[in-house]
């Protein structure tokens, strides 16, 4: 199995997941024309796709899912909460509930429910009969949930949002501040980090991370904060970027 990151951000969020000719894309935040692009960067056509799995509603994540699925024919699979929420309907829209396994050629996804703004939000968790990836951004708090569902994990990739000091200090009015920081908004560094820790995943391959914000949070002190809590090697830590995404991981 492996995976890339399309790009991961405010301005647009997707992942694609690989195991024996079975493509999976994890949301599309993109325009068509741009998501066409960064697939080819990755060396996919969007024919090869076999699914598309929806996280949320926001426009980051589901900005062209429609059009993708409808020009090329993909299905998508995404929760009932979610499906009310989309702007544009999606025709080949299947319901998949949190809790639900699915089998999708040669990967198993589980969907997990998450707590975020917005409505019946999943992230998932791959298996290919030998190696697991967890997928896990846009969540505000660490539940027991998660924590049972992400346990013994060979790669994830985790969402890092923001720096604390960084989003008190920073631009957004009080209320984004509190939505952001909030328990149904997104994990800051020390959260994730935390996280992770409380995951005990021994055996885990590759550790990325997403989500970053472009003004409440940098690289660096994402990186020094796993650093200080998970005792690794920084140089380990990769981070998801917004233009450039991630190159192609190999879970062995």
């Known amino acids: 199995m492996r995976f890339a ?54 426009s980051d994540h589901v900005h062209g899912v429609e059009l993708l699925s409808r020009r090329y024919g993909i299905p998508v699979y995404l929760s009932e ?25 040669a990967l198993e996804v589980k969907s997990v429910a998450v707590p975020h703004d917005a409505n019946d939000p999943t992230q998932f968790v791959f298996f290919n009969g030998k190696r697991r990836l967890g997928v896990l951004t846009d969540l505000g708090e660490a539940t027991l949930g998660v924590l049972e569902c992400y346990r013994d994990l060979d790669a994830l990739v985790i969402e890092a949002n923001h720096d604390r000091r960084m989003l008190d200090a920073g631009p957004y009015p009080y209320f984004l501040k ?6 149904h908004g997104h994990l800051n560094n020390q959260q994730a980090a935390a996280l992770v820790a409380r995951l005990e995943c021994d055996a885990l391959q590759h ?42 991981q190999l879970i062995a």
């Open 5 to 58: 990151v399309l790009g991961s951000g405010s301005r647009g969020n997707s992942t694609l997941v690989h195991s024996h000719n079975t493509y999976i894309l994890i949301d599309c935040g993109f325009p068509l024309r741009e998501t066409i692009r960064r697939l080819a960067r990755l060396g996919v056509e969007p024919s090869q796709l076999d699914a598309i799995l929806v996280t949320h509603e926001h």
């Open 81 to 105: 909460g979610t499906r009310r929420g989309l702007r544009k309907p999606i025709d080949a829209a299947c319901i998949l509930s949190a809790g639900d396994t699915l089998e999708l050629g």
């Open 178 to 183: 509190a939505r952001v920081g909030g328990s």
């Open 207 to 248: 550790l990325v991370l997403a989500h970053l914000s472009e003004k409440n949070n940098r690289p660096h002190l994402a990186r020094q904060t796993f650093v200080d809590t998970l005792g690794c090697d920084a140089d380990w830590l990769q981070v998801a970027d917004q233009h450039e995404g991630l190159e192609w």
